[in-house]
């Protein structure tokens, strides 16, 4: 018996499925006689995906070093299926350039350059990542099981056809059986919400340039004139990459200009002036480039796996009102701890005398400041929650050159904070920020979350995640601030807010750091991705399963009508909010894809998993972080990729086949 399964997305996500579906065959009766098929479906190239392809520009990085970088799975990884060890990408590399991997020889031109010269603590280009990622779809399909067979196609799924088995359509008009179906594609285009589409329509009509959201590699800036006025918004990675491609990819460049790795920017004169705010008002933090010179600190501590089951037993959870004191304590315990143990001469006391006194308190207790003033005489090394969250929040002047000014002492502060070894009490709550997100992940993953709270706070804390643990490296920072001195970049601070002045025929730019301030510009960058939606996928398999109701959108009831994780589309109105009794019912829109969390289903408008239709990744309810991870992390993305690839061999084996029925 032969029997298939399509997996549509055969970037990192797709290749990390099929290793693990690979792996756990054996166990599930999969061999001759009983033969699986993988079909990896995708119109970039297998293994990089579209993310991490080889034609983008050289100058792009990743934002994670080498060493911390891998695809496979270690003796951390707490899952069902085996555990299949393999190199980090600095592994790789070294593996590479030492002829240790047969078949494998350094790549010509600068990439093989890059590879000789690659040290653990590197910042790889993103051209050297679809290398390595390359080279692990190459190895899993090398070392795949007896009767397991992978067969890649490189072209768009379009639609689903029923039957059984059920067909994929691809755009080339063959169709795939798919005894089951998954969807992992990563991140997904949406069309522009009615708000885009009327700046698009607003720059149309006065002869301005906009643009929407979308992955900036994508991007066509060569339409954006050199000394052009550039308003952009956001400051996350996106922004980190538009400054890439407008200044270095225009010919542009960076010289020494100091002894502690200042720079200067060298200009090429075709550089725009882009002027950038966002609702923070500064850029992610950089990536820490130390080592912990403590131990490393005993996590979970105060927020574990019993700690979510208790919260999933009471139910009616708020994430800011009962999670976020127990969040902050966890990150405090990882920061302090590394503080204490790798910079004793900056505290007072003992350390276990100070983490007994600290598992008493409750984070926002004046008796945890007390304990902290009293042990850390340095306010620069209290962790301040809310000064991180809104730095600016208490900074508002009418000299856009006094913001110029803040923002890179801010900048230089935080760069310092992240590259200067005496800092390293930061690295220590960035391990406990990852055990944090991979808590509240699980707890996201249950009904515990009020309709409210999910539609409210997840998105802060991704937000906030996002900026601490998901920036750009330290010399990207350090360009940027080359690039402020030189005043091509211009800080516009937070609570940035961008208006079509109709009169004017221009956009224009304010902020809450700047009083009485404007910019006004005819050219407008939305420097972030775009916001998910089902209903506005681009994506035409996933607009096509929308649109025949095989699956939903999630909708959250903020109004206390409909069940506690999501609303049928059957009570939706255009405007999300529909009459109901003597109040309003407000729905909102997550625009994720809902999943049934314990396996990754698909949930169908009536609310029904589907036995043999499966998502994973950052368009689903269930948010999985990146498909690739930092060695010896319990990675999250690791254990749903065994979790699907699991469900999906239970479904597709027949019983009487499998080792453990």
């Known amino acids: 018996m032969r029997r298939s399964v399509v997996v549509v997305g055969a970037g990192p996500r797709g290749a990390g499925v099929l290793e693990r579906l690979a792996a756990s065959a054996g166990e599930f009766g999969v061999g001759p006689g009983a033969e699986l098929d993988v079909h990896l479906v995708d119109p970039y190239p297998p293994g990089a995906g579209r993310i991490w392809r080889h034609e983008q520009s050289s100058l792009l990085w990743m934002n994670s070093m080498a060493a911390d970088v891998t695809m496979f799975t270690d003796d951390s990884v707490r899952c069902d299926g085996p555990i299949v060890p393999g190199p980090s990408l600095y592994e790789w590399a070294q593996q590479v350039r030492e002829g240790r991997l047969p078949g494998e020889s350094v790549p010509p031109g600068p990439v093989g350059d890059e590879l000789r010269a690659l040290g653990p603590a590197t910042f790889a280009t993103r051209r050297l990542q679809s290398h390595y990622l390359d080279w692990v779809l190459r190895h899993v399909e090398a070392t795949l099981p007896a009767g397991v067979h992978a067969h890649r196609h490189r072209t768009r799924a379009v639609g ?136 490393r600190p005993p996590l979970p501590r105060f927020l574990g796996p019993d700690d979510v089951a208790g919260f999933v037993r009471r139910g ?34 003992t350390w276990d005398a100070f983490a007994a006194a600290y598992a008493e308190l409750d984070w926002y207790s004046d008796a945890r400041t007390e304990l902290i003033a009293s042990s850390v005489p340095d306010p620069d090394d209290h962790l301040d929650f809310e000064r991180i969250d809104r730095p600016l929040r208490d900074l508002c002047v009418d000299d856009p050159d006094a913001l110029q000014r803040a923002l890179r002492e801010y900048i230089a502060d935080d760069l310092a904070r992240h590259v200067d070894e005496r800092y390293t009490a930061e690295l220590g709550a960035f391990v406990a920020l990852l055990s944090v997100f991979a808590q509240v992940t699980e707890l996201a993953g249950t009904d515990a979350l009020t309709p409210a709270s999910r539609a409210r706070d997840l998105s802060w804390w991704q937000n906030l995640f996002s900026s601490l643990a998901s920036g750009p490296p330290g010399p990207r920072l350090r360009q940027l601030l080359a690039l402020s001195r030189a005043g091509y970049v211009r800080f516009l601070g937070a609570g940035l807010v961008v208006e079509a002045d109709g009169d004017a025929g221009v956009f224009r730019a304010r902020s809450d750091s700047l009083d009485g301030v404007e910019v006004e510009a005819r050219t407008f960058v939305e420097a972030r991705l775009p916001a998910p939606s089902v209903s506005g996928s681009a994506d035409p398999m996933l607009a096509a399963l929308h649109a025949d109701g095989q699956l ?28 109901h009794g003597e109040g309003a019912v407000v729905l909102h829109h997550t625009g994720l894809v809902r999943v049934r969390p314990s396996d990754y289903r698909l949930v169908d408008d009536d609310g029904e998993a589907h036995p043999t239709r499966f998502a994973i990744g950052p368009h689903t309810n269930v948010r999985i972080p990146g498909a690739f991870t930092r060695p010896n992390t319990n990675a999250l993305s690791f254990r749903a990729n065994d979790a699907v690839a699991r469900a999906v061999l239970a479904q597709v084996v027949p019983a009487a086949g499998r080792l453990s029925a």
Do not use: N
């Not at 590699?217 to 400051?235: C, K, N, Q, S």
């Not at 127990?326 to 143990?341: D, I, N, P, R, T």
């Not at 506690?564 to 109105?573: G, L, N, P, Y």
């Open 552 to 579: 939903d959108e999630e909708v959250l009831d903020l109004g206390g009508g409909c069940p506690t994780q999501a609303c049928s589309s059957a009570v939706r109105s255009a405007d999300a909010a529909v009459a």
């Open 316 to 349: 009616g959870i708020d994430l800011r009102r009962d999670v976020w004191p127990l969040m902050a304590k966890e990150v405090g315990w990882g920061y302090y701890h590394e503080l204490f143990h790798g910079h004793p001469y900056r505290v007072h006391g």
């Open 160 to 295: 689903l056809v029923g039957g059984s088995p059920q067909r994929v359509r691809l755009a080339t008009g063959e169709e795939l059986d798919a005894d089951a179906l998954v969807l992992a594609s990563g991140h997904l285009d949406a069309d522009p919400t009615p708000d885009e589409q009327d700046l698009v329509a607003f720059a149309v009509a006065h002869g301005l340039r906009y643009f929407p959201p979308e992955q900036t590699t994508d991007t066509d800036l060569d339409h954006i004139p050199a000394g052009e006025t550039v308003i952009a918004r956001g400051m996350g990675l996106a922004f980190v990459d538009l400054v890439v491609l407008l200044f270095e990819g225009r010919g542009g460049g960076f010289a020494p200009d100091g002894p502690d790795g200042r720079l200067r920017y060298v200009p090429s004169g075709r550089e725009p002036v882009l002027h950038v705010g966002s609702g923070r008002g500064v850029p992610y933090h950089a990536k820490t480039e130390y080592a912990l010179r403590g131990p």
